[in-house]
C-alpha cells in the first residue's frame, strides 16, 4: 500500500525565515503526489500537487515543493514564513489509477514566531 | 459553485445514539470520499463512491457505520450506537471524473461523543 512519512509533528519558523517540511512516500510506481493545508476548525485546501508533469510544482500563497525520484521525497518549501502560513500541513499519496483514495501522513503543526 | 458542504458542522451526542451527517459535493463532480480525522493525525479514508455506487469500504468502517449516494449527488454518512472511539472529524471530498487526482474538501462535521 501506498504512503506517506512526515517527520516532526511540530515545526516552528521565525517569520521571514524559511518553511520546510519533509515529505517521503512508500510505492512501487511513482504516484500522485500533493500537499494540503488546514487551518483551524476548517476542510482541507490544495497548495499544490505533482502529476507527473515537470518536478519542481509550485502552488499557492508562495509554497513549492520538488519531486525527487531517487529519493522518494517530496518536500515543501516556502522562502520567506509568513504569520498567515501557521497551520497543520499533510502530504498525501494516491495512486495514478483506480479509486484516486487519498493516503496522508500524520501532518505538521507550522508555529510562526514573530 | 459554493464548494463541498457538510451539515451538521458539529454534533455532540450521547454514546449510544444514531448520528448521521450529510455532505453536498461539488455538482458535476461523480466521485465522493469520507475520510475520518482524530486529533494530531492525518485523515483515512473510510468510503468512496462513484456517482451512486460505492466501490470501496476501507476497515475502518465497521458495521456500525453506513454510508449512502441515493441519486448519485449528496451523501449520508451514518454511524448507529455511537461509541466514544467514534469522536473525531468527519471530512467529505469530491472530485470530477477527467480530474479525479484532485479531491475538494468540505469543513467537515466534528463528533463529540459523550
Known amino acids: 500500500a501506498q504512503s506517506v512519512t512526515q517527520l516532526g509533528s511540530h515545526v516552528s519558523v521565525s517569520e521571514g525565515a524559511l518553511v520546510l517540511l519533509r515529505c517521503n512516500y512508500s510505492s512501487s510506481v511513482p504516484p500522485y503526489l500533493f500537499w494540503y493545508v488546514q487551518y483551524p476548525n476548517q476542510g482541507l485546501q490544495l497548495l499544490l500537487k505533482?502529476?507527473?508533469?515537470?518536478?519542481l510544482v509550485k502552488g499557492i500563497n508562495g509554497f513549492e515543493a520538488e519531486f525527487k525520484k531517487s529519493e522518494t521525497s517530496f518536500h515543501l518549501t516556502k522562502p520567506s514564513a509568513h504569520m498567515r502560513d501557521a497551520a497543520e500541513y499533510f502530504c498525501a499519496v494516491s495512486p495514478l489509477r483506480g479509486n484516486n483514495r487519498l493516503a496522508f501522513g500524520k501532518g505538521n503543526q507550522v508555529v510562526v514566531i514573530p | 459553485d459554493t464548494g463541498v458542504s457538510q451539515d451538521p458542522r458539529h454534533k455532540i451526542t450521547k454514546r449510544g445514539q444514531n448520528v448521521t451527517f450529510r455532505c453536498d459535493p461539488i455538482s458535476e463532480h461523480n466521485r465522493l470520499y469520507w475520510y475520518r480525522q482524530t486529533l494530531g493525525q492525518g485523515p483515512e479514508f473510510l468510503t468512496y463512491f462513484q456517482n451512486e455506487a460505492q466501490l470501496e469500504k476501507s476497515r475502518l468502517l465497521s458495521d456500525r457505520f453506513s454510508a449512502e449516494r441515493p441519486k448519485g449527488s449528496f451523501s449520508t454518512l451514518e454511524i448507529q450506537r455511537t461509541e466514544q472511539g467514534d469522536s473525531a472529524m468527519y471530512l467529505c471530498a469530491s472530485s470530477h471524473r477527467d480530474h479525479g487526482n484532485e479531491q475538494f474538501f468540505g469543513p467537515g462535521t466534528r463528533l463529540t461523543v459523550l
Open positions: 505533482y502529476t507527473s508533469a515537470a518536478t
